[in-house]
């Protein structure tokens, strides 16, 4: 799952390639829109809501897109070759002046009314990186079912939006607590660092090609996609697991040391051996 980061970035290439320009061609690649024709419509503008892209057209017009697991959208100058998958996995294309923006594998994409944006983002908690960034409203609301596993309440974007399973491991490495900890179950001097501490992460890595958790020179990230390799700080084997509520479980990292509370036990079924390191 991309995390709010990586949508900020893909954001902000959209709307430089296309905000204030007339499209010269547009082409959705799914059927429900194969005949829809925006050109001659100007971008206003995209805009990251969570982990949700909003594009803008003239004449109250949104393309709401999100890239899941898989999805990318790319942007290409005249005359450049396409190397975001093969053609089959394009699912939009938007041209305008001297840009052209690729959607790929989009597993969400539908026009909506601009003024009906909230019926797809209006169930989205405070967004980390958005104007409406609420520290007290996140936390009370990852509070608010405190026997819920710390790291599932983080993922859930109705509590707050932006963190995906990297920032998820972070975090309660950060907070020297399991993500199998019940969010209730946090110490309150824990609890009250835990809006700042995500937000800084996301801020920091607004801007960076590669995501980096840990201020080291050599490092970038304390636990994700680490075991069983040394934990930084302990050099304890850094442990995964599966974390979910069954349809969907998500690799997870802890330092077995530096974190406390429950976590599955070697060998249970959650348990896993290293993971390929994804984004
Ligand atoms: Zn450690």
């Known amino acids: 799952m991309p995390e709010g980061d990586t949508v900020w970035q893909a954001a ?5 390639a296309l905000a204030g320009k007339a499209l010269t061609r547009s082409d959705f690649r799914v059927p429900r829109y194969a005949t ?53 996995q394009i699912r939009a294309v938007l041209s305008a002046a001297d840009r052209t923006a690729v959607g790929y594998r989009l597993q969400v994409l539908e026009l909506l009314r601009t003024s009906e944006e909230e019926r797809v983002v209006g169930h989205l908690g405070p967004d980390l990186l958005g104007p409406d960034w609420d520290p007290e409203r996140a936390l009370a609301n990852i509070l608010a079912d405190p026997a819920r596993p710390l790291g599932e309440a983080l993922l859930d974007q109705r509590n ?9 491991s972070e975090l309660c490495f950060l907070l020297g607590v399991t993500p199998w900890l019940p969010a209730g179950a946090l110490p309150v001097d824990r609890a009250q660092k835990l809006p700042a501490l995500a937000h800084r992460l996301l ?52 330092c077995p040391t530096c974190q406390t509370g429950p976590a599955p036990a070697p060998g249970s079924p959650q348990h896993r051996r290293d993971r390929r390191r994804t984004a």
């Not at 902000?12 to 430089?16: F, N, P, V």
């Not at 680490?226 to 304890?236: D, E, G, I």
């Open 12 to 16: 902000r290439r959209l709307h430089e």
């Open 36 to 88: 829809v024709d925006l050109t001659g419509r100007t971008v206003l503008g995209t805009l990251p809501r969570g982990k949700h892209l909003l594009t803008r057209f003239e004449g109250g017009l949104t393309l709401h897109t999100h890239l899941r697991m898989e999805g990318a959208w790319k942007v290409y100058g005249t005359g450049e070759r396409w190397r975001g998958g093969p053609a089959h």
């Open 160 to 168: 707050l939006a932006g963190i995906g399973n990297i920032y998820k």
């Open 203 to 254: 801020e920091a890595n607004r801007d960076r090609p590669v995501r980096q958790t840990t201020g080291l020179h050599r490092h970038d990230l304390f636990v994700y996609g680490r075991a069983p390799r040394p934990c930084l700080r302990c050099h304890t084997p850094v442990r995964a697991a599966d974390q979910g509520d069954g349809s969907r479980e998500r690799p997870t990292y802890w």
